[in-house]
Nanobody
Framework: QVQLVESGGGLVQAGGSLRLSCAASGLSFSSYDMGWFRQAPGKERDFVSGINWSGGSTYYADSVKGRFTISRDNAKNTVYLQMNSLRPEDTAVYYC??????????????????WGQGTQVTVSS
């Protein structure tokens, strides 16, 4: 079955950096566009970043543009999210997701077929 396993979350001070990884299995990874979402307590799951199947197109929420970078390695079936200049408002559970190319770049969770279990990111002030 399809598995998306996130790693790399943790506790960091404001201004610091973290790199999230998402290892995929059970799907033809290079056939899927990938996304990162986040959900803070009591809030909806929000789009953070997306990347198309080849890595040639990337998408970002305005709140993270210029600070976060998404990338993928199709040989390793892994997508990454490099997070720099972290802020307390970035604190959330971060989820990796996969969608078909038809929905590539979508900012809506409903368009993503597969999800990881999430990894906690906490940014202290």
């Amino acid at each position: 079955q399809v598995q998306l396993v996130e790693s790399g979350g943790g506790l960091v001070q404001a201004g610091g950096s973290l790199r999230l990884s998402c290892a995929a299995s059970g799907l033809s990874f290079s056939s899927y566009d990938m996304g990162w979402f986040r959900q803070a307590p009591g809030k909806e799951r929000d789009f953070v970043s997306g990347i198309n199947w080849s890595g040639g197109s990337t998408y970002y929420a305005d709140s993270v543009k210029g600070r976060f970078t998404i990338s993928r390695d199709n040989a390793k079936n892994t997508v990454y999210l490099q997070m720099n200049s972290l802020r307390p408002e970035d604190t959330a559970v971060y989820y990796c997701s996969a969608t078909s190319r038809a929905y590539g770049g979508s900012r809506y969770p409903k368009d993503y077929a597969y999800w990881g279990q999430g990894t906690q990111v906490t940014v202290s002030s």
